[in-house]
């Protein structure tokens, strides 16, 4: 297909902040795409493989510039000079490319497969003397590129394409454009996303309008899923009034989700974010071999650190750094041991089991795990009607230095990727939020090179809203207990700049962070219409995707909440 349409495309929906408008727009769009088509789906979402994957085009501002600068013909440093007054350096690109074209008449046609066949030889390039062979690639793409399509090309390199579609958006496009708008078959499309995780294979066999076709997109083992997330209980009658008597009740483990599969006594394990970890974890491959039978499964648990000295619980901080370090795996094995708490299990020797009752899925946890304290065992469980009981168990699990407990409907389905009311969580009330880094400032003096100060974000839609901002707290220099200096926090944020200036920058939302903070209050200054009081960062998620962030729905609801009940024990 011509790249023209699909820029046409993108400025129609930008041109609305009105979802419905956005589902109109996208349906129209869809029903004119042909089978073949189909990879353009991760195009609308500025990606180029299902969102699982983690090759992606990650290219750096800098380099963008080099490649605007060369397929424009114009200095580097004007380039730079156009980001500092412009902002948007996509923006750079669609005005350096206009006053191009007005001197020069050639144009080649671009098309949306000539696009994704360049921007998926970027990710595989790797090393030294890649940079060169990365910007022929680029650079072949925009001097074919009207303004327009310049302006998408670079934004969707630098994986910031700003139209405000997501999932849901395309979702309610395709039930729209092929299913006459059923509400009753919203949840099924849903689920096929869910289980497959890519709009292209959905959107394949949902353009032919079957919705049978559609419920036949199962979960495939080896390919990384969405987890199910719980929603908070007031307390724990609340829990029971919603739950149902009896119900189950887990530690809620202070570690990192990880999601073991296991196909052709191949096992993958999956982070939240879907990022694969297996080769960090070579123990935890071990310990899945030896401890579980079947030949094929998919499982969800909590790895939690411990002392490798004195056997006690860690928490998440000190674990956290064995996700990221690709490097001296066997000394990180041997310092930052973890503990597998399998709390789940999603397909079981080629049979999906989410649809199968809770109360059954723990059943065959039990059958198919023997425990092996401090390597891999089922999480500790127990079923109760007795409001004393679940006290007790919830004393026990933050003196045994967990979060809280878990409490979770013993009839209820697996669903992957939403948060569900039939898994509950109740740990002891904190002013604690996730909020992502969208912006800051530049230091100055003894900070000078150093982002000094941190606007944080919560999310509204697809939206990201500023709530608070946050210098204080944060450290000069690492310590044992924690990573959260400025020096760190730079190094992370700087190739996310999209905007620069003076000292103030945007920060492309990535980055998130769990904050604590005194008190909420209203505030004009921000666009959320909150301010936070006192707010300190105290954990980096790199583990937390930025759909699982705070939400301005919920900050509000617990505002409300929190005015009533303070639930607290121990
Ligand atoms: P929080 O910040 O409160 O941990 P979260 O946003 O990280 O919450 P939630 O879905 O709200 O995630 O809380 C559930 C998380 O708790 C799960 O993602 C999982 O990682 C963890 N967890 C620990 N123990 C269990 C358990 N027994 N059952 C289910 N989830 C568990």
Redesign the pocket.
């Known amino acids: 297909m011509n790249y023209k349409k699909l820029a046409e495309l993108y400025e129609e929906v930008s041109s609305t902040t009105k979802r419905l408008e956005k589902i109109d727009i996208l349906s129209k769009f869809l029903k004119s795409l042909k089978k073949e088509d189909s990879n353009i789906l991760y195009l609308i979402e500025g990606n180029i493989y299902p969102d699982y994957d983690e090759r992606k085009t990650g290219i750096s501002n800098q380099l963008a510039i080099k490649a605007i600068s060369k397929a424009t013909g114009t200095d580097s440093k004007k380039v730079v000079q156009e980001w500092k007054t412009v902002g948007d350096i996509g923006k750079v690109a669609e005005k350096l490319t206009k006053q191009k074209k007005q001197s020069t008449l050639h144009s080649h046609i671009l098309t949306t497969e000539k696009v994704l066949e360049n921007l998926r030889k970027l990710p595989e390039l790797v090393g030294k003397g890649t940079v060169n062979k990365k910007l022929a690639l680029i650079t072949e793409l925009l001097t074919s590129a009207s303004p327009t399509e310049a302006l998408y090309l670079v934004r969707t390199l630098i994986g910031d394409l700003r139209i405000g579609v997501q999932e849901s958006t395309i979702k309610y496009g395709m039930l729209k454009a092929f299913f006459k708008n059923n509400k009753e078959y919203e949840d099924k499309i849903q689920r096929a996303i869910d289980n497959s995780n890519d709009l292209a294979i959905v959107f394949q066999i949902a353009r032919k309008g079957k919705i049978k076709e559609l419920e036949q997109i199962h979960l495939e083992v080896g390919k990384p899923i969405k ?1 199910m ?2 929603q908070k209980a007031k307390d724990i009658e609340d829990a029971f009034k919603k739950l149902g008597k009896p119900m189950a009740i ?4 202070d570690g ?2 990880l999601l073991i599969h296991k196909a052709n006594n191949k096992i993958s394990l999956f982070t ?1 974010s879907l990022e694969n970890v297996t080769k960090q974890f070579p123990e935890v491959e071990e310990y899945i071999k030896k401890f579980i039978k079947g030949d094929s499964f998919i499982l969800d648990s ?1 790895a939690v650190g411990y002392d490798k000295k004195t056997k006690n619980y860690t928490d998440f901080q000190k674990i956290s750094q064995r996700i990221r370090r690709k490097y001296h795996i066997e000394k990180l094995q041997k310092d930052l041991p973890v503990e597998i ?1 399998v ?1 789940d299990v999603l397909s079981y020797n080629g049979k999906s089991q989410i649809d199968v009752p809770f109360k059954k899925r723990r059943k065959l946890i039990e059958k198919i795990l023997t425990n092996h304290p401090y390597k891999l065992i089922s ?1 500790k469980h127990k079923i109760t009607s007795s409001k004393k009981e679940v006290e007790e168990f919830y004393k026990k699990a933050l003196k045994d230095k967990q ?1 809280g407990i ?1 409490m979770k409907n013993l009839e209820a389905e697996y669903k992957p990727g939403r ?1 569900v009311g039939h ?1 509950l ?1 109740l ?1 002891p009330e904190t002013n604690e939020l ?1 909020l992502v880094i969208t912006g800051g400032e530049w230091g100055a003096g003894k900070r000078a090179g150093w982002i000094s100060s941190f606007i944080l974000s919560c999310r509204k839609g697809n939206k990201y809203l500023e709530i608070g901002k946050v210098g204080t707290g944060i450290l000069e220099k690492e310590t044992e207990n924690s990573k959260i200096t400025f020096g760190n926090l730079t190094k992370l944020l700087k190739p996310l700049i999209i905007e620069e200036k003076g000292k103030s920058i945007k920060i492309k939302p990535k980055i998130v962070v769990t904050i604590t903070y005194q008190d909420l209050q209203k505030s004009p200054n921000y666009e959320s219409k909150w301010a936070l009081r006192f707010p300190r960062i105290t954990l980096l998620r790199e583990d ?1 995707p930025l759909s ?1 962030i705070a939400t301005l729905d919920e900050i509000e609801d617990d505002f409300k909440n929190s005015k009533h009940q303070n639930y607290r024990y121990g």
């Open positions: 987890a997330l719980a887990e530690y809620k483990y990192f989700r939240r909590e708490n709390f999480s979060e878990m948060r898994m969580k740990k996730d937390k699982e």
